[in-house]
């Protein structure tokens, strides 16, 4: 194929390397991250990582010249069992292609930035060895993301989600026997298992619905089939399905009562709170409901709880923030509110609008937690480390150090 026939028609066939790249960046780092510098792994995932970017720009610019087109790629066959015939298949149309390049733009600067952050943090923790791994943890959640938001099926997308969920689950512990200023501590341990075992209990509610839609919806899990069915089955089971599915949201997208766990998240290096529960694993939830808006256009019953969660979360989760002395718990509190906006949107049916807020909101609160990362570096371990320096000098600052412990 020559490249002036492939711009005119598209480059849908590097839709598989947006998995690929970043599961090569982390079996590479995985295998000789060892024998390698801390730059060349870092170095390693963010090329997996900017190569994933530069698939999901040629991929975006594959569906503006097709007009919006939906187009499918077939990886292999999957499940095949019975009447179930789930093959592994990604889905380019505008709304995959926007979330690429969200999760694949955000990410990539967010690794360029971690390794300057884990350079500082491993030495601050005489760990240096965990290095290599923060950096195979961060590919494992692009390759997870990616599978994520161009699944061509609930499955395909639900194999996404879990993994998003797992290495939520090991970045937030990745200081599992530690706190922020090294100290003994399981509380970032605490903090993780409580994110797993909240997102599990969303996962039932996303399971329950998969299992009815399995049932009732044509005994598929493929989008357009399920969309299909879903004209002629009865309504109360759409809103069964649909309100499930709500549950499924509110434990990935922290909304009440499943937000519990996003402020304790905080634990987690700042990259990760920057890349995971600011810009882009949270935001799992809204791309869900506007993936789903066939279903949820058929009940409006189901579109007002939607709307109405998000509504009163959104208010819920500011005024807690006004009353955080952390830094981090704050944007955390804030990031609550804003995913609220976004769940309000796109449950009164503004996806465009929920999709739009869920962009921008990616890139300023990634921002603002990159931002809290360099100051967290800068005043707290900078108080710390004059402390061994200079006794006499450094008293003020000794108290001021004290002080910000106790307040931790």
């Known amino acids: 194929m020559h490249l002036s026939e492939t711009v005119q028609t598209g480059f ?40 994933t970017f530069v698939v999901s720009v040629l991929l975006a610019y594959s569906v503006s010249i097709n007009h919006g087109e939906l187009m499918r790629w077939q990886l ?3 499940i095949h069992i019975g009447e179930l015939k789930l093959d592994w298949t990604f889905r380019i149309d505008s709304l995959s292609a926007t979330m690429m390049l969200v999760v694949s733009g955000v990410g990539t600067l967010i690794h360029i930035y971690a390794i300057g952050y884990m350079h500082e943090d ?48 090991l970045l937030i512990g990745f200081w599992f026997e530690m706190d922020t200023l090294a100290r003994p501590s399981w509380a970032n341990s605490d903090a993780a ?18 299992f009815l839609m399995f049932w009732h919806l044509g005994n598929s899990f493929q989008f357009d089939s399920v969309f299909e ?34 402020p304790d998240a ?48 959104a208010l819920f989760a500011a005024t807690i923030a006004v009353g955080q002395y952390d830094i981090k718990k704050v944007l955390a509190y804030s990031t609550i509110s804003q995913l609220g906006f976004m769940v309000a949107a796109v449950g009164m049916g503004a996806y465009v609008a929920g999709m739009f807020h869920l962009i921008t909101h990616a890139f300023f609160k990634a921002l603002l937690f990159l931002s809290a990362g360099s100051v967290i570096l800068g005043v707290e371990r ?27």
């Not at 170095?43 to 900017?50: L, T």
């Not at 900078?382 to 931790?408: C, F, I, N, T, V």
Request: hydrophobic share 50%; aromatic share 12%.
């Open 122 to 169: 491993v030495r601050f923790k005489h760990e240096e060895g965990r290095f290599n791994r923060f950096f195979i943890y961060l590919n494992l959640f692009i390759a997870s993301m990616m599978i994520l938001v161009s699944g061509d099926s609930y499955l395909m997308l639900f194999v996404g989600w879990e993994g998003v969920g797992l290495c939520s689950f």
């Open 76 to 78: 292999a066959e999957w």
């Open 382 to 408: 900078g108080h710390h480390a004059h402390e061994h320096h200079d006794h006499h000098e450094e008293k003020p600052k000794k108290k001021l150090g004290k002080k910000k412990k106790e307040e931790d």
């Open 229 to 262: 069915a879903a004209k002629n089955a009865p309504p109360e089971i759409i809103v069964a399905i649909t309100l499930f599915m709500l549950v499924g949201v509110a434990g990935k997208s922290a909304q009440i009562p499943l937000y519990v766990w996003l």
């Open 193 to 210: 298992k409580k994110a797993f075992i909240v997102n599990r209990i969303g996962d039932f509610g996303f399971l329950i619905a998969g």
């Open 12 to 51: 849908y066939f590097l839709t598989p390397m947006l998995v690929f790249f970043p599961v090569i960046g982390l079996l590479i780092n995985t295998i000789f991250g060892k024998r390698m510098s801390e730059n060349q792994v870092g170095a390693i995932a963010s090329i997996a990582a900017g190569a």
């Open 266 to 313: 905080m634990a987690g290096p700042t990259p990760v709170s920057a890349l995971i529960h600011a810009a882009t694993m949270v935001t799992a939830g809204v791309y869900l409901i506007t993936r789903s808006f066939p279903l949820y256009d058929l009940v409006h019953e189901a579109q007002n709880i939607v709307a109405l969660v998000g509504a009163v979360t």
